[in-house]
C-alpha cells in the first residue's frame, strides 16, 4: 500500500528569538537522552544529552528539560540564528544492553528568518 | 580527526537486486551502529555491531544483513530490493558500548530503488 510521509511539526522563529522544541518520548525506562541536529545533506550531529537523574542541563545556547513524569523532553535554543535552521530530533537510549541502540522521535523542522 | 564516513554516499539499484553499504568509524571507535530514514517511518535503528559480533537488531526482515571486520569498518547488505528501501542509509560510532557514551553520525548513503 502506499505509504503515509511523517508530517513533521515545524516552528518559525525570527532570528534572534528563542526557540522551545518539544519531545514526547515512548520509554519510561530510558536512562540518557539525546537532542540531534540535522541538516540538508548531512547526518545527524549531537547537541547536548541529560541523563534521567537530571532534570536540566545547559550548554551553549541550548538548554534540554527532562520531565520524566509526563515523559517529555524540551530542547531550549537561546538568540537563534540562522544557522540553526534544521531538523531536530529528541533521541532515548533504554540502557540495558542497548547501548547502541538510540530511538528516534519524528522530529521538528525549525526555520529562522532573518 | 576525521569523522564517520560512508561510502558510496548515493546509490540507484532497481528492484530484486541487492546492495552493499560501507562504513568507517570514527578510528579508535569500536561500535557502529545503522540506522534507516525515510520520510515516512522517520529513523529506525537497524543493527549495532561491536567486536565484530551484533549485538542488538531492529525490526527488520531478514533481507537486511550486517557484519563487522577486526578493524572496525562495517558493512550492510540489503538483498531482494524493494522499492520500499528507498532511503538514507546513516551509520554512527561511537568509542565502545557505553550508556553515555556519544554517537557520531556520517552523512548517509542515499539509495534509491527504482
Known sequence: ?114 | KAGVTQTPRYLIKTRGQQVTLSCSPISGHRSVSWYQQTPGQGLQFLFEYFSETQRNKGNFPGRFSGRQFSNSRSEMNVSTLELGDSALYLCASMLEPSLYNEQFFGPGTRLTVL
Open chain 1, 1 to 114: 500500500g502506499e505509504s503515509v510521509g511523517l508530517h513533521l511539526p515545524t516552528l518559525s522563529v525570527q532570528e534572534g528569538d528563542n526557540s522551545i522544541i518539544n519531545c514526547a518520548y515512548s520509554n519510561s525506562a530510558s536512562d540518557y537522552f539525546i537532542w540531534y541536529k540535522q541538516e540538508s545533506g548531512k547526518g545527524p550531529q549531537f547537541i547536548i544529552d541529560i541523563r534521567s537523574n537530571m532534570d536540566k542541563r545547559q550548554g551553549q545556547r541550548v538548554t534540554v528539560l527532562l520531565n520524566k513524569t509526563v515523559k517529555h523532553l524540551s530542547l531550549q535554543i537561546a538568540a537563534t540564528q540562522p544557522g540553526d535552521s534544521a531538523v531536530y530530533f529528541c533521541a532515548e537510549n533504554a540502557g540495558g544492553t542497548s547501548y547502541g541502540k538510540l530511538t528516534f522521535g519524528q522530529g521538528t523542522i525549525l526555520t529562522v528568518h532573518p
